[in-house]
């Protein structure tokens, strides 16, 4: 497996607390997706990076910011913790190869299970 | 934006019978890939199909790419418990993101 790791693994919390994932790689990938993952939805991406300090939104951004200050970490931020974000996020890196057409592959972490009672 | 639809969502077999996945896009793809995801795990990388009509082959698995470049199907021959798990498509367009299905779940039966 990639060395990616994800914190916390299982987080219980309440409504309207900010909260904070953290995304972190070993691979010197460019490359950061924050998904979450729900029933009946698949995978979902909510913000991606392509390097550091820059990022763009994903399919289901609102009520989601992130950051990325170096390249190994990828912080995903609820500002006010709803209850329809509890979900598992997962993070996923990739390496664009030139000449590989399209998109790369995908490596994921082992994921964030948030609860928000 | 794009979609990107997959069925059956839901998929019990017998064990040494055969499991398809369907996936179809509203627009051309780039390429497809596939994951697959064990319970209570994460989604880990199969295979990426680029080609207009290409088929690859993986022992038991056979994953097929449309000739338009807009759907792509996941052949099981045999299913195995070991093949238990949720079995994603993912679409990739012109940017460097993947837009998954939502997922097709594979029980097999001993």
């Known amino acids: 497996d990639a060395g990616i790791t994800q914190s916390p693994r299982h987080k219980v919390t309440e409504t309207g607390t900010p909260v904070t994932l953290r995304c972190h790689q070993t691979?010197?990938?460019?490359?950061m997706y924050w998904y979450r993952q729900d029933p009946g939805h698949g995978l979902r991406l909510i913000h991606y990076s392509y390097g550091v300090k820059d990022t763009d939104k994903g399919e289901v951004s609102d009520g989601y910011s992130v950051s990325r200050s170096k390249t190994e970490d990828f912080l995903l931020t609820l500002e006010s913790a709803t209850s329809s974000q509890t979900s598992v996020y997962f993070c996923a890196i990739s390496e664009f190869r030139a000449g590989g057409g399209g998109t790369d592959t995908q490596y994921f972490g082992p994921g964030t299970r948030l609860t928000v009672l | 934006g794009q979609q990107v639809m997959q069925i059956p969502q839901y998929q019990h077999v017998q064990e040494g019978e055969d499991f398809t996945t369907y996936c179809n896009s509203s627009?051309?793809?780039?390429?497809i890939q596939w994951y697959k995801q064990r319970p209570g795990g994460h989604p880990v990388f199969l295979i990426q199909l680029v080609k207009s009509g290409e088929v690859k082959k993986q022992k038991r698995l056979t994953f097929q790419f449309g000739e338009a470049k807009k759907n792509s199907s996941l052949h099981i021959t045999a299913t195995q418990t070991t093949d238990v798990g949720t079995y994603f498509c993912a679409g990739g367009g012109s940017a460097r993101q993947l837009t998954f299905g939502s997922g097709t779940q594979l029980t097999v039966l001993p």
């Open positions: 627009t051309t793809l780039s390429n």
């Open positions: 691979e010197n990938h460019r490359y």
